[in-house]
């Protein structure tokens, strides 16, 4: 072979070699960045929810400008996405006009960085803190007019291991007299594309936790009229078998200014034996029967929750509704399980317990989550197509509600 040959290989080698490494380095840089995805949102005359969609987790920071009359622009607060790019699809201007919000916008600050920009009408306080599975950056915005608003203001900073964690201090108790509590948000776990936990003869627990939510509006309505001669507004997060993101759920609790938040779910576990009665309240745990029911419920990986927990602390510290939603499970745990040991045989109570769910994170009120029974214990699952059943489950939440409003466990 002539010398000029093997140049002319050397080159050509070379340069299909350039191509592929310039190919796969845009590739590797394409595929490390988030795409920002959908910008949704909640509103009300006192709260707005914005919901910023990932498609894998990402850091951010975020701003609230002072108003600037020299340019005449409205007072703006904005989340700065890092290593990010906009989806193709994806709204860019989004009107609000709630009286809160003007406009969210977003748009490609440079090649790294989305910017979503809210231009504020009104704000009191705000908050901002991210969930996983999916990826999401959630802004809460209260107003003026709303009637309780969150302590912290400043964004937390990012907790890698757990051990740096605090846990939240104690706070003095809101304790609200029956004729207080005006609104209350029922929330029935799952729907449409999410069926929940399936038993092994196929029920869902989206269907289980929309049939009890009813029946618990329809039982709680009767017992406080009887009660108190007056019947608080009872909301049903969903009425119809639709799908429902976990942060609208806790969106319309608080918007609605919702006195009390009680989320319906049914438990399953790989062990088919597993059996009995739970309520949670948020809380930070170790304990890893808790993080499993939560990561399920979260639609999440314990490994993703962790990556979240920094955020969701500093909400733990910063509302005074944890005592209150301990006082709130406890009484609902009660007479629940009690309830349904008097009619059936084996029901075990779990307890009162603590744990990360993202339905419960930043809301306003005294919240819990009751997982009722076990989907995956065939017994359960065999009691839990029977109205019957669901009949005892509803009462004995309706009597711990009003336990609760009665001031039962308190001080
Ligand atoms: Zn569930």
Redesign the pocket.
């Known amino acids: 072979m002539r010398p000029r040959y093997n140049i002319r290989i050397a080159i050509i080698l070379l340069s299909v070699f350039v191509f592929f490494a310039v190919l796969f380095a845009a590739a590797c840089a394409d595929a490390a960045k988030v795409t920002v995805k959908e910008i949704r949102h909640f509103s009300s005359k006192n709260y707005t929810r914005v919901v910023i969609t990932l498609d894998k987790k990402a850091d951010f920071k975020s701003h609230l400008l002072r108003k600037d009359p020299s340019i005449k622009k409205p007072r703006r607060f904005y989340v700065d996405i890092k290593g990010a790019r906009l989806g193709k699809n994806i709204q860019r201007m989004i009107p609000i006009n709630d009286g809160l919000l003007k406009v969210a916008r977003a748009g490609q600050f440079d090649n790294k960085t989305v910017r979503v920009v809210l231009d504020i009408e009104s704000l009191k306080d705000y908050k901002v803190f991210p969930l996983s599975g999916p990826n999401r950056i959630v802004i809460d915005i209260f107003g003026k007019g709303a009637r309780q608003a969150p302590a912290a203001k400043t964004e937390p900073p990012v907790v890698s291991g757990v051990e740096k964690v605090k846990t939240p201090k104690p706070e003095k108790p809101v304790i609200k007299k029956p004729n207080g509590i005006r609104t209350i948000v029922i929330d029935p776990?799952?729907g449409g594309k999410d069926p929940?936990?399936i038993g092994k003869r196929k029920l869902q627990?989206k269907i289980v936790?929309l049939k009890i939510a009813k029946m618990l509006k329809k039982d709680l309505a009767k017992e406080l009229q009887k009660k108190y001669g007056k019947k608080p507004k009872i909301i049903l997060t969903r009425t119809r078998d639709k799908y429902l993101p976990l942060d609208e759920r806790t969106a319309i609790a608080n918007s609605k200014e919702a006195d009390l938040f009680v989320s319906i779910?049914?438990?399953a576990s790989p062990r088919r034996a597993a059996t009995g009665v739970e309520t949670y309240y948020l809380r930070y745990t170790q304990d890893k029967d808790a993080i499993r029911v939560a990561a399920?419920?979260n639609k999440t990986t314990p490994a993703e929750m962790n990556d979240v927990l920094g955020y969701i602390l500093r909400d733990l510290e910063s509302t005074g509704n944890q005592q209150e939603s301990i006082r709130l499970a406890t009484n609902i745990q009660q007479t629940l399980s009690k309830g349904l040991q008097r009619k059936y045989k084996g029901v075990k109570s779990n307890g009162v317990k603590g744990a990360l769910f993202y339905v419960l994170v930043n809301a306003n009120m005294p919240s819990v989550l009751v997982?009722v029974s076990f989907i995956s214990n065939p017994k359960d699952e065999k009691r839990l197509k029977t109205d019957k059943y669901l009949r005892e489950i509803t009462k004995g939440i309706t009597k711990g509600i009003i336990n609760y409003m009665d001031g039962k466990g308190a001080g």
């Open positions: 776990g799952h929940g936990a627990e936790t779910h049914v438990n399920r419920e997982e």
